[in-house]
């Protein structure tokens, strides 16, 4: 159970982690759209000489304007944060799930090898 909660809080993390324009791998920059490889490269040139304080800093590479700026503020927006209850319901719901799928399992190794049907309860 509390792997399985540390699993989804870990997961949720990465998927609302903010990108930091100034530390980025080249990695990270191209996993916000419209950067590839090579805005990526422009990116990380810019910053060896100059500090990015917010995508706004953007616009002073050549290349980049309000659509590149804009994606990268989207990128830069946490979504909801999930509840602790929203995690405990889905968490029981796997549960549930994981106990259903071992019983159903279960009875069909009882049929197969006794060759009787097992009555649902």
Same mark, same amino acid.
């Not at 903010?18 to 920059?29: D, I, M, Y």
């Given at each position: 159970?509390?792997?399985? %909660? ?12 903010? %990108? ?18 090579? $805005? ?18 953007? $616009? ?8 590149? %700026?804009?994606?990268? $503020? ?6 909801? %944060? ?29 049929? $197969? ?9």
């Amino acid at each position: 159970m509390r792997k399985i %909660v540390a699993f989804l809080m870990l997961c949720c993390s990465f998927l609302f982690a903010e %990108v930091n324009l100034q530390t980025a791998s080249k990695e990270e920059l191209m996993g916000i759209k419209g950067i590839g490889a090579k $805005k990526a490269d422009q990116i990380i040139e810019y910053r060896k000489t100059n500090t990015i304080k917010s995508p706004e800093d953007l $616009k002073n590479i050549k290349g980049f304007g309000d659509s590149i %700026v804009g994606n990268v $503020k989207n990128a830069n927006t946490p979504a909801t %944060v999930p509840t602790k209850q929203d995690l405990t319901k889905k968490v029981d719901t796997i549960k549930e799930d994981k106990k259903k799928e071992l019983s159903n399992s279960v009875d069909k190794k009882i049929e $197969k090898t006794t060759g009787a049907i097992v009555p649902k309860l």
